[in-house]
């Protein structure tokens, strides 16, 4: 199984209250096709750039979770049956790497010389 991150973008009339079950119903589209959600968290509702098929704006989620990579195209083909979920972007997640950071390294700053003005303008 591979790792994914989806975010999850719900109509602007889903209420506050209805937010659980949507997502509920997601987390049950994966788990339908044999996958694991691992975290979800409410990024909010936010405003689009334009409106973008009459909405104004959208309640934002991430999802993460484990899905087999042939089973993504048809939890996308369930998701947009939805009428709560107005888009879906589903990308790979990045590896977690176990090396340790690079210690921090101090930031020399460099004087420019400034150049002295004869007097002459040429």
Known sequence: MNKYEALIIFREDLKDTDWETAVAAVESEIQRLDGSVSSTTRLGKREFARPLQKQ??????????????????????????????????????????????????????VEEEEEEDDGVSE
């Open 56 to 109: 104004l704006s959208g309640h934002y989620g991430l999802m993460a979770f484990e899905l087999a990579g042939d089973k993504v195209a048809p939890l996308l083909a369930r998701l947009k049956l939805d009428e709560r979920v107005f888009r879906v972007q589903v990308v790979t997640a990045p590896p977690v790497s176990s090396a340790p950071l690079a210690p921090k390294q101090e930031m020399v700053r």
